[in-house]
DNA sequence: ACGGGGATTTTCT
DNA sequence: GAAAATCCCCGTG
């Protein structure tokens, strides 16, 4: 699969919409990141809303801080968060001023597999991009991304690509404790790489044929 | 200054 | 399954 040219950049109205909505449709679109004049990237296979209201679990719930400033900001913008020495990522949503986002679970690999496998220290292609963490280090993605412009940076994007639309299925998030019961976490039904429970899959997730280059 | 907890990952049993 | 690793952030004193 070709790399996607500039011009297949999802537009900011794509993210000026509900972080549900737009959770939902980042499934299949390809996660790019330029490192050392290479690609690195992949199709987005899960993902999380997080919303500005009603919602005990987003880290806007308890208002603008230094910290989470990022996700304030204008849809389209990164919000890059720490945690556990680690970082995750998250697309924000809707207008400025709203803190609202969607947090960027997993990718199925697709571009410079071999170098985010080597970002990550492992040959396991498996656990490479499974899980928000995970594919922050594959993709070399830290602190320094906090508040980059997804439509105009160059070092990081989202883009379209001519792609199978995945059955998409809807379950609770993962790993937080208050608002657990809402149905925010998007994922491609069978994809190999989505993190957390295989029993949530309708169909068993299979592993894919590595594509011919 | 101090300390608890976190949208996680790894490694062990 | 469970616990440790590990660091940043924020509320409290």
Not at 124 to 142: I, Y
Request: with cysteine; proline share 7%; aromatic share 6%.
């Amino acid at each position: 699969m070709k790399v996607p040219p500039r011009r297949n950049r999802l537009p900011r109205a794509f993210y000026d919409r509900d972080p549900a909505t737009v959770a939902r449709e980042l499934l299949g679109k390809a996660l790019l990141r330029r490192s050392d004049g290479q690609w690195l990237g992949g199709l987005i296979v899960e993902t999380e809303a997080y919303l500005s209201s009603g919602d005990l679990a987003s880290h806007s719930a308890r208002g603008k801080k230094r910290s989470n400033a990022a996700m304030f900001g204008p849809p389209g913008t990164l919000y890059v968060y720490p945690i556990h020495a680690k970082y995750c990522m998250n697309a924000v949503t809707q207008a400025e001023g709203i803190g609202s986002a969607v947090l960027i679970r997993a990718i199925e690999p697709v571009w410079g597999t071999p170098q985010m496998q080597a970002n990550r220290e492992t040959d396991d292609l498996r656990r490479t991009t499974r899980g928000p963490a995970m594919l922050c280090q594959a993709l070399r993605v830290d602190r320094d991304f906090d508040a980059v412009d997804l439509l105009a940076s160059d070092e990081i994007t989202i883009a379209s690509v001519r792609s199978e639309p995945p059955r998409i299925v809807a379950s609770k998030r993962i790993g937080i404790s208050s608002s657990a019961d809402l149905m925010l976490r998007f994922f491609a039904d069978g994809n190999w790489f989505v993190s957390g429970r295989v029993s949530d899959h309708r169909s068993r997730p299979t592993k894919p044929i590595p594509e011919k280059t």
